[in-house]
């Protein structure tokens, strides 16, 4: 209990002191992330999964761009 508010919390802790921070909520029954950030939800899990899988069966690499490439320190 309270995973997703101490993930927040801490992510939101680490972006203060100007940490790049990726916070991913994998929990397939829905996620507060989104709420508790207050942000607009776009993607799900499953939308991503269903995207690749969609990608692979019309043999379409999903696209990029070289800001999609850029690397993390």
Partial sequence: ???TTTAVNLATA???VRCR???VDL???GSDVALLLN???SFTVADVALLDE??????TPAQTTPDDE???D
């Fill in 39 to 41: 942000l607009a939800a």
């Fill in 21 to 23: 921070v990726l916070l």
């Fill in 54 to 59: 969609l990608n692979a069966v019309l043999g």
């Fill in 27 to 29: 929990d397939p029954s």
């Fill in 70 to 72: 850029e690397e993390f």
């Fill in 1 to 3: 209990m309270g995973k």
């Fill in 14 to 16: 680490l972006a203060a």
